[in-house]
């Protein structure tokens, strides 16, 4: 359940990708500014052929930087409009984090990414109607259960046509389009207002 309300609850996301490698003296800020624009447009496009319109949108940009020579790079944030000087004292300051040092080599540039979001989904918890204790009007019929050793009639219910507070008493079935709930004899199922059945053992 836990992974279908999370499937149910997260963005629709397209990522571009392209390997780029140039070192920072062969690229100017322009040309990075329209590579990270051509990839964000890709993505776009994609979510927009999934029904996310451009004004829903939202994108962020990382680029992966190393220094010329090294075998490793960092990925950094930035956006169409920061600069190769801006980018490289980024990168040199999460060099210096990561690993306390600075090399004098040039920085160079080796893949950059944009990513488009489309907004959150808005799910909203359900909220059952209230009722009685009597849950007749969600019975659909009968059916024979095997239980402690014999045969024994339990109604069975419809669970998209329970209210909250209505009590199931065993035995009993609730029935729905993915799931089989039995109610033993001796028990009872309490229907919360979030569509949750509490069953527990009645009162001697």
């Known amino acids: 359940m836990l992974c279908a309300y999370g499937d149910a609850t997260t963005s629709l996301r397209d990522e571009a990708a392209r390997t780029y490698i140039r070192r920072f003296s062969q690229l100017t800020d322009t040309e990075l500014g329209e590579l990270l624009t051509e990839l964000a447009e890709t993505a776009a496009r994609t979510l927009e052929a999934e029904g996310v319109d451009r004004a829903d949108q939202s994108a962020t ?23 190769l000087d801006a980018l490289g004292k980024a990168f040199d300051a999460e060099h210096e984090r990561l690993f306390s040092f600075l090399l004098d080599n040039e920085h160079e540039l080796v893949s950059a990414r944009a990513a488009v979001s489309g907004p959150r989904p808005n799910v909203q918890a359900v909220s059952l109607a209230p009722g009685g204790e009597d849950p007749s009007a969600a019975v659909t019929g009968t059916h024979e259960i095997w239980v402690e050793g014999g045969w024994t009639e339990a109604a069975v219910h419809d669970r ?32 919360h207002e979030s569509g949750s059945l509490l069953i527990r053992p009645l009162e001697a």
């Open 61 to 83: 940009y990382h680029v992966d930087v190393r220094y010329h020579g090294q075998g490793f790079e960092i990925p950094i944030p930035l956006t169409p409009d920061t600069g």
């Open 160 to 191: 998209s046509a329970l209210l909250a507070g209505n009590v199931v008493r065993g035995p009993a079935i609730v029935v729905e389009m993915d799931s089989t709930t039995l109610v033993l004899p001796g028990h009872a199922a309490t229907v």
